[in-house]
Structure formats: C-alpha cells, structure tokens
C-alpha cells in the first residue's frame, strides 16, 4: 500500500511543473563600446578593449542589446499549496582581454547592467514580448601592473684577426618593451673573467683578451651595473620598444695564442 502511495504522488508531481523561458541581454557599459569591443576605463582616461562571450572559445560575443534565451523549470511545492519552488537558470559569461600595448599601471573597470526578461513557456528564442522584466549590474575589473620584455639577442661579434697591434670595435645591441610611463634602468655585468669596474675579458682556456662595454659611439663611459663603470639614466617608457646600442672595443694588447675567444655577460633590466 505504502509503495502504491508513493508512486501516485511522484507522479502527480511530474504534472506539476511550470517551464519559463528566461532571457538575457547585457547593455553598452559605462567604459563604452564600438564595432568590434567593449571598454574598461582607467587612470587618465585610458581605456583597455575586452569582450565578453557566451562561450570559452570566444566565439561569439554577447553583442549589446542582443537577447539570448535560457529555460528553467520551477516545481509546485507540496508543502506550501500553490506556490513554486525557485530553480535557477544560468548564464555563462567569458571575459577575454586581446593582446594590446601602451597601457599604464593602474586598475580599469567597466559597469555592465544585465536586463532579463521572463515569461511562462519554454522555447530557444526572444520572440515573445510578454512577461517580467529585472535587472542588475556587475563590473568588469583587471589591475595592469607594470611589466617590462628584454631582448638581447643581438651579439657582439669582433671577427676573425691575427694580431691585435690595433683596437677593434664592433656593436651590439639590447631592446626594450616596457609598458607605457614604466621606468627603468639597464645594467651590464662585468662577465665570467672580468674584473668589476676596470675591464672585461673574453677568455680560450687560461688565455684572455681583453674588451669593455660602453654606452656612447666615443666608448669613452664604460657600461657597469653596481661597481664600477656607469649605469645609463633611468628613462620612462613610451608604451613601444627601445634598442639601446652596445658599444664594444677590444684595446690593443699583447696577441694570445690563436682559438675562439668568448665571455658572457648578464644584461639586468630593472623596472617598477
């Protein structure tokens, strides 16, 4: 008796069930938007494009004004007659920020107002123009905090020679891409072999060669890090890249035995 009983009422819950057809739309946000973005705004007025899409592969964007639609079902509650349980419908929302530069430290934010519009009557699309409407706002935040890149892949390379009766130059070079009013500065180690603050030595074995770094065409002010030698002015950047010429000389000294002479250098980039 008891499990006739119980069968009868969980089928008489399946007869009540009301389906509701849920709709949302998101607005233009207080940072704006065009064709293809929308913005947040940050210090200066300075703005970051984004997008916020329906799906992770970001695909398709939550276009301003455009309904999407989503059901949800509610249940008639058996302990208090004639009232519904609340059930959920949801949204997936995916931000995505593109690459972009010339950005300046600081936090960016936009304010968007979500507008839902519901009706009894489940379906795929926004074509009814019936039923409630609500609203409510969420933000849009990112912090952008100072970053710099480093490329030192311009070698110095002095050639081939067999004597070294006369000084030899040859330059290099290290570029800069730091975000828009970073400062920072550029410093040059003084080697494997070097000694800090005098001269720097390519060596080949227990041989040397002697050569320094400098940060004018003349060569005439060694480029150093913390002893010794000068370490260029700080400078703020402009949001694009920067190369900064390395002038390298070899002096003329005694010829060592022939062979491959080489040394490394650590080329530090402090920034903030």
Known sequence: MRIAESFVIVSVLGLFQQPV????????????TDTNWRYMVGPNNKKIRYQLYGQANHVNPYKVGTSVANNMTLGFSLIKLFQWVPS???FDIHGWIPDQTGLEEGVYTDMIQASFRYDEGAGT??????????TASFQVRVQVKPFCALDVSQHIDFGSWQDLDKPRDQEGAVTVNCDKNTSYSLKLGWGGQGD???TRNMAN??????YNLFSDKQRSVLWGDKDGG???SALTSDGNKKTFPVYARVPTQKTPSPGTYTDNVVVTLEYK
Do not use: H, Y
């Open 21 to 32: 057809r849920v709709c949302m739309s998101l607005g233009a946000g207080t940072g704006g």
């Open 88 to 90: 959920n419908s949801d």
């Open 230 to 232: 000068k370490v260029p």
């Open 125 to 134: 699309d926004c074509s009814f123009t019936s039923g409630k409407t609500a």
């Open 205 to 210: 074995g227990s041989e040397k060669i002697s």
């Open 196 to 198: 800090a603050g005098n």
